[in-house]
């Protein structure tokens, strides 16, 4: 096999790829090859950060309509739950 060496990279460039190959579970060595492999075959699937945003539209999708518990509605079961513990307590006593 042949040794590429590439000179003079901007440290912004470097960070990210860092940062992808970290994303990927690879050592940076192993990610260029992987981009350099993947350029040059025409394989653009999927980044990682676009299957995690089809996996978070998927759960949103499959959420939709169950809406959080208003603030207004805890506080009331909240109040609710305090008076039926004190009403337990003073017929206790």
Known sequence: ???LTVRNLEEEIVRRLRIRA????RSAEAEH???LRSALAGNSGPTVRQQAAERLAAFRR??????????AELLEQSR???LRTLAGDQEGT
């Not at 970290?22 to 579970?25: D, L, N, Q």
């Not at 499959?62 to 603030?71: K, L, N, V």
């Open 1 to 3: 096999m042949a040794t």
């Open 22 to 25: 970290a994303e990927h579970g």
């Open 33 to 35: 090859r992987e981009i």
């Open 62 to 71: 499959r959420t939709a309509g169950r809406g959080p518990t208003s603030s």
């Open 80 to 82: 609710a739950q305090r």
